[in-house]
């Protein structure tokens, strides 16, 4: 029998877990939802820049109907050869995702639910790379037999709220939008607009798009 050296023992590892995670399926959670939508949009803008029409379907409802989640991602446009399914899964990542009788099952899981997320893994895990899946929630117990399966096997991406104590964190992220827009907020700028508007990021964006209206062509953002 050979032995691989460590260093090439770990590379395999490595290797085969990269191959597990199906490159067509995303999940993005967390208590902050403009984060979220931002990926979202990222990813999007991505998928149409690599060419072939893309067709986009979502699902708005916390728990949308299995069978309509397995039917679309089980088909595919003949006029679209790519389809991207957002689907605000909530309501099924929050339900149970244990077959009751097994030894780590909910004791008060009712056997649908059980059957429901062992039927939709098994989809997700045969969809075609041709249908690109997000599902987006606010929160994922990735203790639960589900949330193991996503972690294993898809793009996941936790992304949370600032709490109120992290306002650097807060005025960094402002920063950043600035420059990638262009802008060059002059000293205090950037905490005066914190301050005066708070830590919500969709506020923030919302107001800083109105500010550049406002600039025009002005670059330069000053305290009065």
């Given at each position: 029998m050979v032995h691989l050296p460590r260093s090439?023992?770990?590379?395999?590892i490595i290797a085969n877990m990269a191959k597990a995670i199906k490159q067509n399926l995303f999940v993005f959670y967390g208590t902050e939802d403009f984060l979220i939508d931002m990926e979202i949009e990222t990813l999007i803008t991505k998928l149409k820049k690599q060419g072939d029409s893309l067709s986009i379907q979502r699902f708005t409802e916390e728990k949308p109907l299995l069978?309509?989640?397995?039917q679309a991602i089980s088909t595919v446009d003949m006029f679209s050869p790519r389809k991207l399914l957002i689907i605000a899964a909530g309501g099924l990542l929050s339900s149970s995702n244990k077959k009751v009788g097994s030894e780590d099952s909910d004791a008060d899981a009712p056997a649908s639910d059980a059957g429901d997320i062992e039927q939709l893994i098994q989809v997700l895990d045969q969809s075609p790379s041709e249908v690109i899946v997000i599902l987006k929630a606010k929160t994922i117990d990735l203790r639960k037999k589900f949330g193991k399966w996503l972690k294993a096997n898809t793009?996941?991406?936790?992304?949370?709220?600032?709490k109120p104590w992290e306002a650097d964190k807060v005025e960094d992220w402002v920063r950043g939008?600035?420059?990638?827009?262009?802008y060059s907020p002059k000293s205090g700028v950037v905490e005066l607009f914190v301050e005066t508007i708070?830590?919500?990021?969709?506020?923030?964006?919302?107001?800083?798009?109105k500010l550049v209206v406002y600039k025009g062509e002005d670059k330069n953002i000053t305290r009065q």
């Open positions: 090439k023992r770990k590379e395999s069978n309509d989640i397995i793009q996941l991406r936790e992304l949370n709220a600032f939008r600035f420059s990638t827009i262009g708070g830590t919500n990021l969709r506020m923030l964006a919302q107001e800083l798009e």
